[in-house]
Protein backbone atom coordinates (compact mmCIF):
# COMPACT_ATOMS: atom_id res chain seq x y z
CA UNK A 1 0.00 0.00 0.00
CA UNK A 2 1.71 3.70 -0.95
CA UNK A 3 1.60 5.66 1.72
CA UNK A 4 0.83 9.50 2.00
CA UNK A 5 2.41 11.35 -1.02
CA UNK A 6 3.81 14.68 -0.73
CA UNK A 7 5.58 17.44 -3.21
CA UNK A 8 7.92 19.02 -3.45
CA UNK A 9 10.06 17.97 -0.57
CA UNK A 10 11.99 20.93 -0.12
CA UNK A 11 11.43 24.60 -1.65
CA UNK A 12 13.64 27.59 -1.20
CA UNK A 13 11.59 30.76 -1.69
CA UNK A 14 12.67 34.52 -0.90
CA UNK A 15 9.90 36.22 1.81
CA UNK A 16 7.05 37.88 -0.46
CA UNK A 17 6.88 35.22 -2.64
CA UNK A 18 4.23 32.47 -2.79
CA UNK A 19 4.03 28.59 -2.38
CA UNK A 20 2.38 25.50 -2.57
CA UNK A 21 2.48 22.18 -1.29
CA UNK A 22 0.70 19.12 -2.73
CA UNK A 23 -0.90 16.28 -0.48
CA UNK A 24 -1.94 12.79 -2.19
CA UNK A 25 -3.86 10.63 1.01
CA UNK A 26 -3.61 7.21 1.40
CA UNK A 27 -6.48 5.74 -1.24
CA UNK A 28 -9.43 5.36 1.33
CA UNK A 29 -8.30 7.78 3.62
CA UNK A 30 -11.27 10.12 3.67
CA UNK A 31 -9.71 12.66 6.71
CA UNK A 32 -6.86 14.45 5.64
CA UNK A 33 -4.47 17.07 7.74
CA UNK A 34 -2.13 19.94 7.45
CA UNK A 35 0.36 20.45 9.82
CA UNK A 36 3.14 22.08 10.57
CA UNK A 37 6.47 21.48 12.42
CA UNK A 38 8.72 24.16 13.42
CA UNK A 39 12.20 23.23 13.99
CA UNK A 40 12.64 21.02 17.49
CA UNK A 41 8.97 20.67 17.82
CA UNK A 42 5.98 18.85 17.38
CA UNK A 43 3.98 18.55 14.76
CA UNK A 44 0.78 21.25 15.10
CA UNK A 45 -2.23 21.00 13.25
CA UNK A 46 -3.29 23.73 11.19
CA UNK A 47 -6.62 21.87 9.05
CA UNK A 48 -8.23 18.81 9.46
CA UNK A 49 -10.44 17.82 6.05
CA UNK A 50 -13.32 15.45 6.23
CA UNK A 51 -13.63 14.67 2.57
CA UNK A 52 -13.85 17.88 1.01
CA UNK A 53 -14.88 19.75 3.71
CA UNK A 54 -12.46 21.13 6.13
CA UNK A 55 -14.46 20.73 9.82
CA UNK A 56 -11.09 22.18 11.50
CA UNK A 57 -9.07 25.40 10.51
CA UNK A 58 -8.69 27.37 14.01
CA UNK A 59 -5.21 27.33 13.22
CA UNK A 60 -4.75 28.38 10.10
CA UNK A 61 -3.39 31.91 9.63
CA UNK A 62 -6.34 32.66 6.89
CA UNK A 63 -4.64 36.28 6.38
CA UNK A 64 -2.02 34.56 4.09
CA UNK A 65 -2.98 30.63 4.45
CA UNK A 66 -5.29 28.71 2.64
CA UNK A 67 -5.91 25.17 1.21
CA UNK A 68 -8.00 23.15 -0.31
CA UNK A 69 -9.51 20.00 -1.13
CA UNK A 70 -11.50 19.97 -3.98
CA UNK A 71 -12.73 16.59 -4.79
CA UNK A 72 -11.95 15.35 -1.43
CA UNK A 73 -8.48 13.38 -2.52
CA UNK A 74 -5.48 15.54 -3.14
CA UNK A 75 -4.90 18.81 -1.23
CA UNK A 76 -3.29 21.83 -1.93
CA UNK A 77 -1.59 24.49 0.74
CA UNK A 78 -1.04 27.48 -0.08
CA UNK A 79 0.83 30.90 1.50
CA UNK A 80 1.02 33.90 -0.31
CA UNK A 81 2.95 35.46 0.64
CA UNK A 82 5.77 33.51 2.87
CA UNK A 83 7.45 35.34 5.72
CA UNK A 84 10.83 34.41 7.40
CA UNK A 85 8.81 32.20 10.07
CA UNK A 86 7.49 30.15 7.61
CA UNK A 87 10.06 28.11 7.41
CA UNK A 88 9.01 24.99 8.76
CA UNK A 89 8.32 21.28 7.63
CA UNK A 90 4.65 20.97 6.45
CA UNK A 91 3.48 17.85 7.31
CA UNK A 92 0.24 15.87 5.49
CA UNK A 93 -1.35 12.85 7.18
CA UNK A 94 -4.35 10.76 6.57
CA UNK A 95 -6.67 8.81 8.31
CA UNK A 96 -9.45 5.86 7.84
CA UNK A 97 -12.96 6.84 8.07
CA UNK A 98 -13.51 3.98 10.59
CA UNK A 99 -9.87 4.70 12.65
CA UNK A 100 -9.50 8.04 12.59
CA UNK A 101 -7.23 8.25 15.45
CA UNK A 102 -4.26 6.32 13.57
CA UNK A 103 -2.75 8.61 11.33
CA UNK A 104 -0.43 8.19 8.53
CA UNK A 105 2.03 10.89 7.61
CA UNK A 106 3.91 12.05 4.85
CA UNK A 107 7.88 12.68 4.43
CA UNK A 108 6.61 16.44 4.73
CA UNK A 109 7.73 19.56 2.64
CA UNK A 110 11.08 21.26 4.06
CA UNK A 111 10.23 24.89 3.07
CA UNK A 112 12.95 27.71 3.69
CA UNK A 113 12.10 31.44 3.13
CA UNK A 114 14.98 33.56 2.69
CA UNK B 1 -6.81 24.50 25.03
CA UNK B 2 -4.76 21.21 25.89
CA UNK B 3 -1.21 21.80 26.64
CA UNK B 4 1.21 18.75 26.59
CA UNK B 5 5.08 18.70 28.35
CA UNK B 6 7.44 15.91 27.53
CA UNK B 7 10.26 15.33 29.25
CA UNK B 8 13.61 14.80 28.90
CA UNK B 9 14.03 17.05 25.92
CA UNK B 10 17.19 14.98 25.42
CA UNK B 11 17.80 11.47 26.64
CA UNK B 12 21.39 9.38 26.11
CA UNK B 13 21.55 5.73 26.94
CA UNK B 14 23.64 2.63 26.85
CA UNK B 15 22.71 0.70 24.43
CA UNK B 16 20.80 -2.07 26.56
CA UNK B 17 19.67 0.21 29.22
CA UNK B 18 15.99 1.14 29.15
CA UNK B 19 14.46 4.57 27.90
CA UNK B 20 11.41 6.53 29.82
CA UNK B 21 9.96 9.23 28.37
CA UNK B 22 7.04 11.36 30.47
CA UNK B 23 4.39 13.45 29.10
CA UNK B 24 1.76 15.63 31.02
CA UNK B 25 -1.16 17.14 29.37
CA UNK B 26 -4.26 19.39 30.75
CA UNK B 27 -7.27 18.43 29.74
CA UNK B 28 -9.12 15.81 31.36
CA UNK B 29 -11.24 15.17 28.66
CA UNK B 30 -8.58 13.84 26.55
CA UNK B 31 -8.65 9.99 25.78
CA UNK B 32 -5.87 8.60 23.60
CA UNK B 33 -2.73 8.83 23.71
CA UNK B 34 -0.20 8.09 20.90
CA UNK B 35 3.75 7.74 20.39
CA UNK B 36 4.95 8.64 17.37
CA UNK B 37 9.10 7.95 16.22
CA UNK B 38 10.72 10.21 13.55
CA UNK B 39 14.02 9.36 12.43
CA UNK B 40 16.07 12.44 10.84
CA UNK B 41 14.48 13.70 7.66
CA UNK B 42 12.22 11.17 7.76
CA UNK B 43 7.61 10.78 8.75
CA UNK B 44 6.53 10.63 11.98
CA UNK B 45 5.44 6.97 12.36
CA UNK B 46 2.78 5.13 15.41
CA UNK B 47 4.66 2.63 17.37
CA UNK B 48 2.40 2.47 20.31
CA UNK B 49 -0.54 4.31 21.62
CA UNK B 50 -3.15 3.58 24.21
CA UNK B 51 -7.20 4.42 25.21
CA UNK B 52 -8.22 5.98 28.25
CA UNK B 53 -10.17 2.95 29.77
CA UNK B 54 -6.58 1.11 29.82
CA UNK B 55 -4.11 1.77 32.17
CA UNK B 56 -1.02 0.04 30.22
CA UNK B 57 -0.10 -1.96 27.22
CA UNK B 58 3.39 -3.58 25.68
CA UNK B 59 4.60 -4.77 22.20
CA UNK B 60 7.69 -6.42 22.44
CA UNK B 61 10.08 -3.73 23.73
CA UNK B 62 8.07 -0.87 24.15
CA UNK B 63 4.98 -0.42 27.13
CA UNK B 64 3.04 2.86 27.10
CA UNK B 65 1.58 3.32 30.74
CA UNK B 66 -1.66 5.76 31.09
CA UNK B 67 -2.39 7.44 34.81
CA UNK B 68 -5.56 9.31 34.06
CA UNK B 69 -5.80 11.18 37.40
CA UNK B 70 -2.34 12.13 37.47
CA UNK B 71 -3.03 12.95 33.71
CA UNK B 72 0.30 12.05 32.79
CA UNK B 73 1.80 8.44 30.40
CA UNK B 74 4.88 7.27 29.94
CA UNK B 75 6.72 5.68 27.14
CA UNK B 76 9.37 2.48 28.05
CA UNK B 77 11.50 1.61 25.87
CA UNK B 78 13.69 -1.68 27.44
CA UNK B 79 16.59 -3.27 25.78
CA UNK B 80 17.57 -0.53 23.82
CA UNK B 81 19.65 -0.59 20.67
CA UNK B 82 21.13 1.87 18.44
CA UNK B 83 18.35 1.90 16.16
CA UNK B 84 16.21 3.78 18.48
CA UNK B 85 17.57 6.56 18.45
CA UNK B 86 15.08 9.03 16.65
CA UNK B 87 13.04 12.15 18.16
CA UNK B 88 10.14 10.59 20.45
CA UNK B 89 6.70 12.61 20.74
CA UNK B 90 3.65 12.14 22.31
CA UNK B 91 0.33 13.14 21.77
CA UNK B 92 -3.20 13.58 23.21
CA UNK B 93 -6.49 13.75 21.70
CA UNK B 94 -8.66 16.05 23.50
CA UNK B 95 -11.79 16.58 20.51
CA UNK B 96 -12.67 15.29 17.53
CA UNK B 97 -9.68 14.16 15.82
CA UNK B 98 -7.27 16.38 16.79
CA UNK B 99 -3.79 16.13 18.07
CA UNK B 100 -1.95 17.80 20.54
CA UNK B 101 2.08 17.00 20.40
CA UNK B 102 4.33 17.34 22.63
CA UNK B 103 7.85 18.93 21.82
CA UNK B 104 9.71 15.72 21.57
CA UNK B 105 12.58 14.13 22.76
CA UNK B 106 15.90 13.16 21.26
CA UNK B 107 16.88 9.74 22.17
CA UNK B 108 20.36 8.79 21.27
CA UNK B 109 21.48 4.71 21.89
CA UNK B 110 25.11 4.85 22.25
CA UNK B 111 26.74 1.54 21.65
Known amino acids: EAGVVQSPRYKIIEKKQPVAFWCNPI?????LYWYRQNLGQGPELLIR????????DSQLPKDRFSAERLKGVDSTLKIQPAELGDSAVYLC????????????FGPGTRLLVL | GENVEQHPSTLSVQEGDSAVIKCTYS??????FPWYKQELGKRPQLIID?????GEKKDQRIAVTLNKTAKHFSLHITETQPEDSAVYFC??????????FGAGTILRVKS
Open chain 2, 27 to 32: DSASNY
Open chain 2, 50 to 54: IRSNV
Open chain 1, 27 to 31: SGHNT
Open chain 1, 93 to 104: ASSLPENQETQY
Open chain 1, 49 to 56: YENEEAVD
Open chain 2, 91 to 100: ATRPYGNKLV
